[in-house]
């Protein structure tokens, strides 16, 4: 088996459907697709099992998260390489055979991410650098804002970045990543400390502490909608994403940094969530009718 897509569910039956149909589209390299579904409740589990015989279901009880329910399908899998999907994807045709071709030809890539497009084909931005405190600071000051195209300023976010070209990166968004199997086996699966935000940082960040190189694809594409799952509820999605930057930094960099960076960027990282929320209920009592 070449390649094993896992995907895990929560509540996004359509755009599910629509992923297994581009799926279905993509006929060679051999391939298995496992879903893990999280306890949906808008019967997407039942569709799968209507109208996809062939997709392995794991049909969950309880909402598991995204880690482990990734943890969940990857030790269901069998293929050289794990496809980590978000449901709220769609693969363009070509797609696995190009990212089996690179990662055959770069034995050092434990890892590879394919180009992200917005579903109207414009290009996604999905690639970061691990977040330094430096580059959070940037972000928080709104400088990266301003200046979209610095090679300091929008560092964390890639701004400078070639989306055209085949390169090495630290941090590709975990809504498509390609995972040699023997990467996996060796980093471990996806820590389930982290459920929803920051899992598939820490993933990478230890693939790359482990000597593994991680690659960015441009000719491999897939479609992602984007926050189908999560912008469902939004504020308590806000708070876990700076809860989840917390648990990464006591994880990895508290032997890094000094303790006063430490503090000043966990300050910062609260000071910037009462923002968001803040933004987020204002908007919300605007809508207020």
């Not at 943890?71 to 999907?85: P, Q, Y």
């Not at 109207?120 to 804002?145: T, V, Y």
Request: glycine content about 6%; aromatic content about 8%.
């Amino acid at each position: 088996m070449d390649v094993s897509v896992i995907i895990v569910n929560w509540n996004t039956r359509d755009l599910l459907l629509a992923c297994l149909r581009s799926l279905e589209e993509e006929r060679t390299p051999a391939r298995e697709v496992i879903v893990v579904d999280n306890a949906s409740t808008d019967g997407s589990a039942e569709r799968i099992m209507a109208e996809y015989p062939d997709v392995r279901l794991i049909a969950s009880p309880d909402n598991l998260g995204w880690s482990k329910g990734n943890n969940v399908g990857a030790k269901a899998s069998s293929g050289r390489f794990l496809f980590l999907l978000n449901p709220d994807t769609e693969v363009r045709p070509g797609a696995l055979g190009e990212l089996i071709r690179l990662m055959e030809a770069r034995p050092e890539a434990g890892a590879c991410a394919p180009k992200l497009l917005n579903p109207d084909g414009s290009l996604q931005p999905s690639l970061r650098r691990f977040p330094e405190p430096r580059h959070l600071l940037w972000d928080a000051l709104g400088l990266a804002k301003r200046y979209p195209r610095s090679r300091r300023f929008a560092a964390y976010r890639m701004g400078d970045f070639d989306y055209d070209q085949v390169a090495e990166v630290e941090q590709p968004m975990g809504a498509a990543l390609f995972i040699r199997r023997e990467t996996w086996e060796q980093v471990g699966g996806m820590d389930e400390s982290f459920p929803i935000f920051f899992n598939d940082v820490d993933w990478c960040y230890r693939a790359v502490k482990a000597g593994w190189r991680i690659l960015f694809d441009p000719a491999a594409e897939v479609i992602h909608h984007g926050g189908s799952s999560t912008r469902q509820v939004k504020p308590r999605m806000i708070t876990e994403s700076h809860r989840s930057l917390e648990r990464f930094y006591r994880k990895h960099y508290r032997r890094r940094i000094s303790p006063a960076t430490m503090a000043a960027t966990l300050a910062m990282s609260h000071l910037v969530e009462r923002l968001r929320l803040a933004r987020v209920a204002l908007a919300l009592k605007r809508h207020v009718p």
